[in-house]
């Protein structure tokens, strides 16, 4: 049972425009959100992240956007630029004390010039 | 700091063969987690431990074991492995929650593993 979906599996999208990333949750205990950023031959490194008690947080060309009332949460970067081409999950956790994340099943970007 | 590290990078084994994976990090974190990652399924919890002597299982714990005998180590074992446990594992760590940021887990590079 997956219980965060992600969408698209894969993306390409010109140098400057938008890459928008999206996951469904359908677990309702979840209450932390964070996107990890993975390139070829890493592991995977957070991103940003986000809680439910806001609608929306921005660290500089990344936004996290959540709809809880839909259980959906997306990424967007803006101004994509061909360093930001890498896979990337977003993640699922409950505050019970074993910090276990739930990922999506990845999105790798590609940024075109 | 070296952070996460992981033993061996790259492994080739048969059928029927055994094998530990080493997890070492060195930032004093009391959560340990071991991950597989394959095409198109996202990164799946395999076991984690929330502090030294303690272990628990994730969601595809069959076929595997773990210790974690020190803080700064943890340790996954194939007893038997098999060609489905083909694939490249990651393990993480994290402070306990209450510190800022709270629940972000740092990954090691990851161990290509490969079962004939």
């Known amino acids: 049972q997956q219980q965060v979906k992600q969408s698209p599996q894969s993306l390409i999208v010109q140098k400057g425009g938008i890459s928008i990333i999206n996951c469904a949750y359908e677990?309702?205990?979840?209450?932390?959100f964070p996107w990890y950023q993975q390139f070829p031959g890493k592991g995977p490194a957070l991103l940003i992240a986000i809680r439910p008690d806001v609608s929306e947080k921005k660290e500089g060309r990344f936004t996290i956007s959540f709809n809880k009332s839909a259980k959906q949460f997306s990424l967007h970067i803006m101004d994509s630029q061909p360093g930001d081409s890498a896979t990337y999950f977003c993640a699922a956790s409950i505050s019970n004390g074993n910090e276990k994340l739930t990922f999506g099943t990845g999105t790798r970007l590609t940024i075109i010039p | 700091n070296a952070g996460v590290t992981q033993t061996p990078k790259f492994r080739v084994l048969k059928t029927g063969q055994s094998m530990t994976l080493l997890c070492a990090q060195d930032?004093?974190?009391?959560?340990m987690y071991w991950y597989r990652q394959d095409p198109g399924m996202g990164l799946r919890l395999i076991h984690y431990?929330?502090?030294?002597?303690?272990?628990a299982k994730g969601e595809v714990p069959d076929g595997y074991n773990v210790s974690r005998l020190k803080k700064q180590n943890f340790l996954l074992g194939l007893e038997s492995a098999a060609p489905s446990q083909t694939s490249v594992y990651f393990c993480?760590?994290?402070?306990?929650?209450?510190?800022?940021?709270?629940?972000?887990?740092?990954f090691g590079p990851g161990t290509r593993l490969t079962v004939t």
């Open positions: 993480a760590s994290s402070y306990l929650s209450g510190y800022s940021p709270p629940y972000e887990q740092y």
């Open positions: 930032m004093n974190h009391e959560y």
């Open positions: 431990s929330v502090g030294e002597g303690t272990t």
């Open positions: 677990n309702t205990a979840f209450d932390y």
